[in-house]
Nanobody, 116 residues
Framework: QVQLEESGGGLAQSGGSLSLSCAAS????????MAWHRQAPGKQRELVAS???????DYADSVKGRFTIFRDNIKKTVSLQMNSLKPEDTAVYYC??????????WGQGTQVTVSS
């Protein structure tokens, strides 16, 4: 019922910036939670940042002060502005959403690589 498509991944230098975007499409009224997760090789997928429909946000400690999540409920998008990038940020980044009714959705993921 909901499809998520990420864009904006790529290569950045340490200290540089990248912006990710995720667009939701399909049949739905609203999405309770939208988030970005990431998974590095050999590591478990982890929450990076999330934002509820009421604008409440949450960030992983490792990205606080560097990353900013923003959702546009009219355009049905969620973005992640990543500043002061570190090599440790290298991972596949996944868009996530749920409708607050037990349904969860994942994007296909987009690669972010940060070189030193």
């Amino acid at each position: 019922q909901v499809q998520l498509e990420e864009s904006g991944g790529g290569l950045a230098q340490s200290g540089g910036s990248l912006s990710l975007s995720c667009a939701a499409s399909g049949r739905f009224r609203n999405l309770w939670k939208m988030a970005w997760h990431r998974q590095a090789p050999g590591k478990q997928r982890e929450l990076v940042a999330s934002q509820l429909i009421g604008s409440t946000t949450d960030y992983a400690d490792s990205v606080k002060g560097r990353f900013t999540i923003f959702r546009d409920n009219i355009k049905k998008t969620v973005s992640l502005q990543m500043n002061s990038l570190k090599p440790e940020d290298t991972a596949v980044y996944y868009c996530y959403a749920n409708d607050g009714k037990g349904n969860e959705y994942w994007g296909q993921g987009t690669q972010v690589t940060v070189s030193s």
